[in-house]
Nanobody
Framework: QVQLVESGGGLVQPGGSLRLSCVAPRLIFSTYIQYSIVWYRQAPGKQREMVASVTNSGNTNYADFVKGRFTISRNNSRKTVYLQMNNVQPDDTAVYYC???????WGQGTQVTVSS
């Protein structure tokens, strides 16, 4: 199992920005760079949903509801994947998680609350 730790959440006003980080503290570099990383979110009372993903070669994919607003990127030397969130809206309020595809264990996530 790959341990991933999310951070960077908080309270932000509508239209504001936030950058989330997902770090793999225990993976060695040569292993880390093989993994695709996916950001998910789960709002209260809703199922977890995919937000954005980045492959080991840097290809990205986004859910329609974040296209043009969120950007996923990775810094392999830091073993970190970022989710830059711009123009956030109240519907973006959720706990955000990162994970590798197919892994069943989840971290604690990071809470994002969009409110005025």
């Amino acid at each position: 199992q790959v341990q991933l730790v999310e951070s960077g959440g908080g309270l932000v006003q509508p239209g504001g920005s936030l950058r989330l980080s997902c770090v793999a503290p225990r993976l060695i570099f040569s292993t880390y760079i093989q993994y695709s990383i996916v950001w998910y979110r789960q709002a209260p009372g809703k199922q977890r949903e995919m937000v954005a993903s980045v492959t080991n070669s840097g290809n990205t994919n986004y859910a329609d509801f974040v296209k043009g607003r969120f950007t996923i990127s990775r810094n392999n030397s830091r073993k970190t994947v970022y989710l830059q969130m711009n123009n956030v809206q109240p519907d973006d309020t959720a706990v955000y998680y990162c994970n590798v595809p197919g892994q069943s264990n989840w971290g604690q996530g990071t809470q994002v609350t969009v409110s005025s």
